[in-house]
């Protein structure tokens, strides 16, 4: 991070996470009216509906993951390969057309909503199908985007240094662009069509994801602790073998209702049951082993006060990261494996227990690693040598974790009423489900809920604000 | 790293991450061929034939669907026209289906194709959940058709003014806002009477499709809050 100008690998970085940090604003707010759906709803009814709405907040959170993973990439090539991105210049284009893609796909879910039953609206308003609603039109420019970048990426590692890492993410980004083929066909059997739909999410967010998700953290510990990469690499390929092994048949824990047959009971049980180890491996065993060699030969150097200095190199980031390393685990490992045995699930699958799991999920295995990233880029592209957390990194960091924590919890407690009362109790009609949505633990979890989310916004604005201020801010060593 | 051990060796590990994934890769495919013969759709010929399928033919809206106790599988499963000795479907007894019961292999799947279609362009999904997959704002809809509320004595048929399950569904996807169920309402989508007997369709087909009992008890305990 010498030079005063970005290469333009790093500079289209910094174009990836500004637009995702855009989206991650407008995936708040969407929630947020979604959020006060829960608690009134007659609020914008048959104007903005919660269907709309919760679209939007799910879509949004997925496609600025999306851009800040793209935009992760770009930021790690050059240090990574030791070259500059090879087709930086489509690569440029590329993004345009996504940007432009985007606002055109959100307008129409915005404005048209819901079109007639026919395949028009399946090509160009939506597919309806949740999480990938984006029409048809917009799955071909998408495959086509992430076709381009993963040209870029494979061609960049192929002519420079190939590390371990460069090697993961071009394993990894071949499978999660290729994967997305399998959501873009109609059937009319729903369960064929659950069946290739899970193709995509699962295998996205429960194995490509996660996998990613490694890569990153290796590269942000290299730069960040300046950890040694054969460690670091031994560690990442470890858990690329667990996610992999883990994650790929964990699959069947989606396949346990949808019509497909019931020895998936038992591969989804125990492959999703392993699911949560890897998690917080690679981050806990680079640490202590960094701790006992590097950590103690630095401690030895710094005896005088003078000398007592944190060698984190980006603290901010670092918080991220560490957040990610234990938010995985309990987001995804220990919530997950809440309700991923069938005989639990035959109880809790399709209550506010999943979407309790979803919030902290997708909050502790990516958005804390990618907004860590969006620190590596603020310090890069503004040449700071250590970085400290200001006043609003600290009250972004304490708000969005609570924020989120106490959505969870919120919406664990919902969960369990709905699947005490809803389920258990009443058998799963539709009185049933009103009589759970009635109960007052009920009401009162998504009043939290909503409290929470507010909560969760507020830190998003300091969050905002810390990364478009931090950079010229005079606390950082340069 | 004085101690050259194969556990810290990096290639030995990339080798065993490739190798697992490998593996795990192929045994998916290998269970996709399998499932996917197991849930493909079914036809006329298999419901006259006594054939069960996980996923029948469109012609099921033809039947009258169940969802029995299994004592063998130990959960409920779906019973197409009547049960037999082993307590399966017997595929015999017949039900009307807007007036009819003779729809033909081509008219079925012509209205479950729109009643699927339908389910998309209306994002169904985005508050309901289809096989327990959607979000959470509004009842799931898997076993939809013999919610014993839209049954002959059920408060949701007789809210519509309807004189059977099928009219009083299409009746009220057709005017939502018209006939609020709870303070959380269906909006209105724009939905046609003809999108509406589809969408019936697909709903009486998803109800046969064989689940694994899930949902558990559906529509078999009444009144069990506040001990009403």
Same mark, same amino acid.
């Given at each position: 991070?010498?030079?005063?100008?970005?290469?333009e690998?790093k500079?289209?970085a910094t174009?990836?996470?500004?637009?995702?940090?855009?989206l991650?604003?407008?995936q708040?707010?969407?929630?947020?009216?979604?959020?006060?759906q829960?608690?009134?709803?007659?609020?914008?009814?048959?104007?903005?509906?919660?269907?709309?709405?919760?679209?939007?907040h799910?879509?949004?959170l997925?496609?600025w993951m999306?851009?800040?993973m793209f935009?992760?990439?770009?930021?790690?090539l050059?240090?990574?390969?030791?070259?500059?991105?090879?087709g930086?210049?489509?690569?440029?284009l590329?993004?345009?057309?996504?940007?432009?893609?985007?606002?055109?796909v959100?307008?129409?879910?915005l404005?048209?909503?819901?079109?007639?039953?026919?395949?028009?609206?399946?090509?160009?308003?939506?597919?309806?199908?949740?999480?990938?609603?984006?029409?048809?039109?917009?799955?071909?420019?998408?495959?086509?985007?992430?076709?381009?970048f993963?040209?870029?990426?494979?061609?960049t590692?192929?002519?420079?240094?190939?590390?371990?890492?460069?090697?993961?993410?071009?394993?990894?980004m071949?499978?999660?662009?290729?994967?997305?083929?399998?959501?873009?066909?109609?059937?009319?059997?729903i369960?064929?069509?659950?069946?290739?739909?899970?193709w995509?999410?699962?295998?996205?967010?429960?194995?490509?994801?996660?996998?990613?998700?490694?890569?990153?953290?290796a590269?942000?510990?290299i730069?960040?602790?300046?950890a040694?990469?054969?460690?670091?690499?031994?560690?990442l390929?470890?858990?690329v073998?667990?996610l992999?092994?883990?994650?790929?048949?964990?699959?069947?824990?989606?396949?346990?209702w949808?019509?497909?047959?019931?020895?998936?009971?038992?591969?989804?049980?125990?492959?999703?049951?392993?699911?949560?180890?890897?998690?917080?491996?690679m981050?806990?065993?680079?640490l202590?082993?960094?701790?006992?060699?590097?950590?103690a030969e630095?401690?030895?150097?710094?005896t005088?006060e003078?000398?007592?200095?944190?060698?984190?190199?980006?603290?901010p980031?670092?918080?991220?990261?560490v957040?990610?390393?234990?938010?995985?685990?309990?987001?995804?490992?220990?919530?997950?494996?809440?309700?991923?045995?069938?005989q639990?699930?035959?109880?809790?699958?399709?209550?506010q227990?999943?979407?309790?799991?979803?919030?902290?999920?997708?909050?502790?295995?990516?958005a804390?690693?990618?907004?860590?990233?969006?620190?590596?880029?603020?310090?890069?592209?503004?040449?700071?040598?250590?970085?400290?957390?200001?006043?609003?990194?600290?009250?972004?960091v304490?708000?969005?974790?609570?924020?989120v924590?106490?959505?969870?919890?919120?919406?664990?407690?919902?969960?369990?009423?709905q699947?005490?009362?809803?389920?258990?109790?009443?058998?799963?009609?539709?009185?049933?489900y009103?009589?759970?949505?009635?109960?007052?633990?009920?009401?009162q979890?998504?009043?939290?809920r909503?409290?929470m989310?507010?909560?969760?916004?507020?830190?998003?604005?300091f969050?905002?604000?810390?990364?478009?201020?931090?950079?010229?801010?005079?606390?950082h060593?340069? | 790293?004085?101690?050259?051990?194969v556990?810290s060796?990096n290639?030995?590990?990339?080798?065993?991450?490739?190798?697992?994934?490998?593996?795990?890769?192929?045994?998916?495919?290998?269970?996709?061929f399998?499932?996917?013969?197991?849930?493909?759709?079914?036809?006329?010929?298999?419901?006259?034939?006594?054939?069960?399928?996980?996923?029948?033919?469109?012609?099921?809206?033809?039947?009258?669907?169940?969802?029995?106790m299994?004592?063998?599988?130990?959960h409920?499963?779906?019973?197409?026209?009547?049960?037999?000795?082993?307590?399966?479907?017997?595929?015999?007894?017949?039900?009307?289906?807007?007036?009819?019961?003779?729809?033909?292999?081509?008219?079925?799947?012509?209205m479950?194709?729109?009643?699927?279609?339908? $389910? =998309?362009?209306?994002?169904c999904?985005?508050?309901?959940?289809? &096989? /327990?997959?959607? +979000?959470?704002? @509004?009842p799931? #809809?898997?076993?939809?058709?013999?919610?014993?509320?839209?049954?002959?004595?059920?408060?949701?048929?007789?809210?519509?003014?309807?004189?059977?399950?099928?009219?009083?569904?299409?009746?009220?996807?057709?005017?939502? $806002? =018209?006939y609020?169920t709870?303070?959380?309402?269906?909006?209105? &989508? /724009?939905?046609? +009477?003809?999108? @509406?007997?589809? #969408?019936?369709?697909?709903?009486k087909?998803?109800?046969?499709?064989?689940?694994?009992?899930?949902?558990?008890?559906?529509?078999?305990m009444?009144?069990?809050?506040h001990?009403?």
């Amino acid at each position: 991070m010498a030079s005063n100008t970005l290469n333009e690998s790093k500079q289209l970085a910094t174009w990836y996470f500004t637009f995702a940090a855009i989206l991650f604003g407008a995936q708040l707010l969407f929630g947020l009216i979604a959020a006060i759906q829960f608690v009134m709803p007659g609020f914008l009814f048959e104007v903005l509906d919660f269907s709309i709405v919760r679209m939007l907040h799910i879509n949004a959170l997925v496609v600025w993951m999306v851009f800040a993973m793209f935009g992760s990439v770009y930021w790690l090539l050059p240090d990574e390969t030791g070259i500059d991105t090879v087709g930086i210049k489509i690569g440029k284009l590329l993004y345009w057309i996504f940007v432009a893609a985007i606002a055109v796909v959100v307008l129409v879910f915005l404005f048209i909503q819901v079109g007639p039953a026919d395949q028009t609206t399946i090509w160009f308003i939506t597919e309806g199908r949740e999480y990938i609603e984006a029409p048809r039109w917009a799955d071909i420019g998408i495959v086509v985007v992430a076709l381009g970048f993963v040209g870029n990426l494979f061609l960049t590692g192929m002519k420079g240094k190939q590390t371990g890492i460069v090697t993961v993410l071009m394993a990894d980004m071949i499978a999660f662009a290729g994967l997305y083929l399998a959501g873009m066909f109609f059937t009319d059997n729903i369960s064929v069509d659950q069946y290739w739909w899970w193709w995509v999410i699962h295998l996205w967010v429960e194995a490509t994801w996660e996998v990613f998700v490694g890569a990153i953290a290796a590269y942000g510990l290299i730069t960040m602790i300046g950890a040694h990469r054969k460690v670091v690499e031994m560690w990442l390929w470890i858990e690329v073998a667990m996610l992999f092994g883990s994650g790929i048949l964990g699959m069947g824990h989606h396949y346990f209702w949808i019509g497909t047959p019931e020895y998936w009971w038992e591969i989804g049980a125990l492959f999703s049951a392993l699911e949560p180890l890897p998690l917080v491996a690679m981050f806990v065993h680079v640490l202590y082993d960094w701790g006992k060699t590097q950590g103690a030969e630095m401690n030895a150097e710094h005896t005088t006060e003078d000398n007592m200095k944190s060698v984190i190199k980006n603290k901010p980031a670092f918080t991220w990261f560490v957040l990610n390393a234990f938010g995985n685990f309990l987001g995804a490992g220990v919530w997950g494996f809440f309700h991923t045995l069938p005989q639990v699930n035959l109880y809790t699958h399709g209550t506010q227990f999943t979407s309790a799991h979803g919030h902290l999920s997708f909050f502790g295995a990516y958005a804390t690693i990618l907004v860590g990233m969006m620190y590596i880029a603020v310090q890069g592209k503004n040449n700071i040598k250590v970085m400290h957390n200001t006043k609003a990194s600290i009250w972004a960091v304490s708000l969005i974790t609570g924020g989120v924590m106490g959505m969870t919890v919120a919406l664990t407690i919902a969960g369990y009423v709905q699947v005490l009362v809803s389920r258990a109790q009443m058998g799963a009609t539709w009185a049933g489900y009103f009589d759970g949505q009635a109960g007052l633990w009920f009401s009162q979890g998504m009043d939290w809920r909503l409290i929470m989310g507010v909560v969760t916004f507020i830190g998003f604005l300091f969050l905002a604000k810390d990364l478009l201020t931090t950079g010229k801010n005079p606390v950082h060593e340069r | 790293m004085a101690n050259k051990s194969v556990w810290s060796d990096n290639r030995f590990w990339q080798r065993t991450a490739t190798w697992v994934t490998g593996f795990a890769a192929v045994l998916l495919i290998w269970l996709t061929f399998d499932t996917s013969a197991m849930i493909s759709m079914g036809t006329d010929e298999d419901l006259t034939n006594g054939v069960t399928k996980r996923v029948p033919g469109p012609t099921v809206i033809n039947y009258k669907i169940e969802y029995l106790m299994n004592a063998r599988r130990g959960h409920e499963i779906p019973v197409i026209g009547g049960q037999n000795a082993e307590g399966t479907s017997a595929f015999q007894e017949k039900e009307k289906f807007f007036g009819r019961d003779d729809w033909s292999e081509e008219e079925a799947r012509a209205m479950l194709h729109l009643g699927k279609l339908g $389910s =998309q362009a209306k994002n169904c999904m985005d508050c309901h959940t289809l &096989l /327990g997959n959607g +979000a959470y704002y @509004a009842p799931d #809809l898997t076993k939809a058709w013999l919610d014993p509320a839209w049954g002959p004595e059920g408060s949701l048929q007789a809210m519509t003014g309807k004189n059977t399950k099928e009219e009083a569904m299409a009746e009220f996807l057709q005017h939502p $806002s =018209q006939y609020p169920t709870h303070e959380r309402m269906m909006p209105d &989508l /724009g939905i046609t +009477a003809e999108e @509406a007997i589809g #969408l019936v369709a697909f709903l009486k087909h998803m109800s046969s499709i064989d689940t694994n009992g899930f949902p558990r008890n559906f529509g078999k305990m009444k009144g069990a809050v506040h001990g009403k």
